[in-house]
């Protein structure tokens, strides 16, 4: 939110001092003095006049899990496990997944309370490609990664998906590349030629590839360069 609608929101401002007290610079944004009312507040910054605490600013956080099979990502769920409850974290429920997978998919998950740079992560204009390991029922035939290119018409959604880059490995296994995080996308993919996906794993969501470190079911929060990657 703009700094001047955030401080017109409090009580104690009417937007006629707003305007004065920016332009008097008695305003500080993580200990910065702004001017300009267009200055971007979010739920994570620190605001204080003339010293005098506004808002403290939640801590934002970020993690990296590596996904199990047989639970579910969503933040609860009547019958199973789900991701969340992997996490020893207070506070786990302000955490929401950026880009879920299907129950039995493997692989890198990332979790956060700050919705801009997950909507970053997951947005198809954004461009980042989600990198998966995919094993398969049948042959990969010679025509998917054209297919794949140029796009599949998903009827539900009414749209053409944007160009995925198919790299056969072998016979039945692939690493398939997304811009866009369609439902269950990735296995109607291989279905528009009813050739089953047996396994599924996410690898990489644009820079950050899943550590190597974490067995399945482990997570880290994420190291500061890798949260200004995004
Ligand atoms: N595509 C799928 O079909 N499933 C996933 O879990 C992720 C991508």
Redesign the pocket.
């Known amino acids: 939110m703009r700094i001047d609608r955030f401080l017109s929101n409090l009580p104690r401002f009417n937007r006629q001092q707003v305007r004065l007290l920016l332009a008097e610079r008695r305003i500080q944004v993580d200990g910065q003095p702004v001017n300009d009312p267009r200055h971007d507040v979010r739920e994570f910054s620190r605001v204080e006049c003339d010293g005098q605490l506004l808002q403290a600013g939640k801590p934002a956080r970020y993690f990296m899990l590596h996904k199990p099979p047989g639970c579910v990502?969503a933040t609860v769920d009547p019958q199973h496990a789900t991701v969340l409850d992997l996490l020893d974290e207070p506070d786990k429920g302000d955490l929401h997944i950026a880009g879920?997978?299907?129950f039995n998919?493997t692989g890198l998950l990332l979790l956060t309370n700050d919705g801009q740079w997950s909507r970053r992560l997951t947005q198809p204009q954004t461009k980042l490609p989600?990198v998966?390991y995919v094993e398969t029922e049948q042959e990969i035939g010679p025509d998917y990664a054209a297919t794949f290119s140029a796009g599949l018409y998903f009827a539900f959604e009414d749209l053409t998906t944007q160009p995925a880059d198919l790299q056969v490995l072998g016979p039945k296994s692939a690493r398939l590349s997304?811009i866009e995080?369609r439902y269950?996308?990735?296995?109607?993919m291989f279905g528009h030629f009813n050739n089953k996906?047996t396994r599924?794993h996410?690898e990489r969501m644009g820079p950050l590839a899943l550590d190597e470190q974490l067995a399945p079911g482990q997570y880290r929060p994420l190291t500061e360069a890798e949260i200004r990657q995004i």
């Open positions: 990502s879920r997978l299907d998919t989600k998966y997304i995080g269950h996308q990735v296995k109607r996906v599924l996410r």
